[in-house]
């Protein structure tokens, strides 16, 4: 059974970082995408960053510059660094994988197959 976990989240104040981890089990994903979403109060749920399997990396615009994502496949689990975290960005963060190899970026949410159960992020003013 594949599972993703997510750590990490928690309050921070604006201007602060945090690191988020997504730690996978019941396979591997070297091969694969991995991506963070995340979605806020009556929001959908939006791409924030993703990671190819040559570790290759893609972001949303509004986080370019601010966040960092990684991955240790030794470990199965991927990062998303946040520094910089201003007020728009507080919400539940999802970590997501991929079944299988793409050799494109996958932004969508309908092209992962796994996901965790989220982590919120709080940020004060």
């Known amino acids: 059974q594949v599972q993703l976990v997510e750590s990490g989240g928690g309050l921070v104040q604006a201007g602060g970082s945090l690191r988020l981890s997504c730690a996978a089990s019941?396979?591997?994903?070297?091969?694969?995408?991995m991506g963070w979403f995340r979605q806020a109060p009556g929001k959908e749920r939006e791409f924030v960053a993703t990671i190819m399997w040559n570790g290759n990396t893609y972001y949303q615009d509004s986080v370019k510059g601010r966040f960092t994502i990684s991955r240790d496949n030794a470990k199965n689990t991927t990062y998303l660094q946040m520094t910089s975290l201003n007020p728009e960005d507080p919400a539940v963060y999802y970590c997501?994988?991929?079944?299988?190899?793409?050799?494109?970026?996958?932004?969508?949410?309908?092209?992962?197959?796994?996901w965790g159960q989220g982590t919120q992020v709080t940020v004060s003013s």
């Open positions: 997501a994988a991929a079944r299988s190899y793409s050799r494109y970026y996958r932004t969508d949410p309908t092209g992962y197959d796994y």
């Open positions: 019941g396979r591997t994903f070297s091969s694969s995408a």
